[in-house]
């Protein structure tokens, strides 16, 4: 096929016809050789892996950047408690977030865990939160939102020893639905299978 592109002449575009070729693109399907131990590509499944509630002191102004105001709120600690882990959130945290005119809000937290045998946990966890103004208003004002009106989801990475019971955390893809209340943020985390 030749394709006129103006002044910069003629282009000539190659297209590699084979019969049915768009039908296997699309459909899904694959070549013989693709599916030898290629393994599945279905949607994958989540796993309740614990829930955090975090004690959260008074919202630090940062001031307007070129993406909205910062906001650094102190994680003041709290726990962790579900069928993969138990631990206590050590204060000295963070959630670092930048908020938009139009409410939308990009967080990046960064805190430590200590699990009940002991072993220190590193946490990185980065998400957004949005949801209708009004409602975001009385969220940033501190007043309780029905939490089904707010979408906050994160994806978090974490760092334990890998001597440790918890080195599984290294090697899992996490993400998790967020809840602010007014002074407590809670997370639930989900592996992804």
Same mark, same amino acid.
């Given at each position: 096929?030749?394709?006129?592109?103006?002044?910069?002449?003629?282009?000539?575009?190659?297209?590699?016809?084979?019969?049915? +070729?768009? %039908? !296997?693109?699309?459909?899904?399907?694959?070549?013989?050789?693709?599916?030898?131990?290629?393994?599945?590509?279905?949607?994958?499944?989540?796993?309740?892996?614990? /829930?955090?509630?975090?004690?959260?002191?008074?919202?630090? /102004?940062?001031? /307007?950047?070129?993406?909205?105001?910062? !906001?650094?709120?102190?994680?003041?600690?709290?726990?962790?408690?579900?069928?993969?882990?138990?631990?206590?959130?050590?204060?000295?945290?963070?959630?670092?977030?930048?908020? #938009?005119?139009?409410?939308?809000? +990009?967080?990046?937290? #960064?805190?430590?865990?200590?699990?009940?045998?002991?072993?220190?946990?590193?946490?990185?966890? #980065?998400?957004?939160? !949005?949801?209708?103004?009004?409602?975001?208003?009385?969220?940033?004002?501190?007043?309780?939102?029905?939490?089904?009106?707010?979408?906050?989801?994160?994806?978090?990475?974490?760092?334990?020893?890998?001597?440790?019971? %918890?080195?599984?955390?290294? #090697? !899992?893809?996490?993400?998790?639905?967020? /809840?602010?209340?007014?002074?407590?943020?809670?997370?639930?985390?989900?592996?992804?299978?």
């Amino acid at each position: 096929m030749r394709v006129n592109a103006g002044s910069f002449g003629a282009v000539d575009i190659l297209i590699a016809k084979s019969e049915n +070729s768009a %039908h !296997h693109f699309f459909s899904g399907a694959k070549s013989p050789e693709a599916r030898k131990g290629a393994g599945s590509m279905e949607a994958p499944k989540l796993e309740f892996a614990f /829930e955090a509630r975090m004690e959260v002191g008074p919202t630090c /102004e940062g001031g /307007e950047t070129a993406d909205g105001r910062r !906001h650094v709120m102190p994680i003041l600690g709290g726990t962790v408690a579900g069928p993969r882990l138990f631990a206590t959130v050590l204060p000295g945290g963070a959630d670092w977030q930048v908020v #938009r005119a139009d409410g939308f809000t +990009s967080q990046v937290a #960064r805190y430590s865990l200590q699990a009940v045998d002991g072993t220190l946990i590193s946490v990185v966890s #980065r998400g957004v939160r !949005h949801g209708p103004p009004e409602e975001m208003r009385r969220l940033e004002a501190g007043e309780e939102v029905d939490p089904t009106l707010i979408y906050f989801r994160c994806t978090a990475s974490f760092e334990a020893p890998e001597d440790s019971a %918890h080195a599984w955390l290294n #090697r !899992h893809v996490l993400v998790a639905t967020g /809840e602010r209340q007014p002074d407590t943020m809670v997370a639930r985390f989900w592996t992804v299978a």
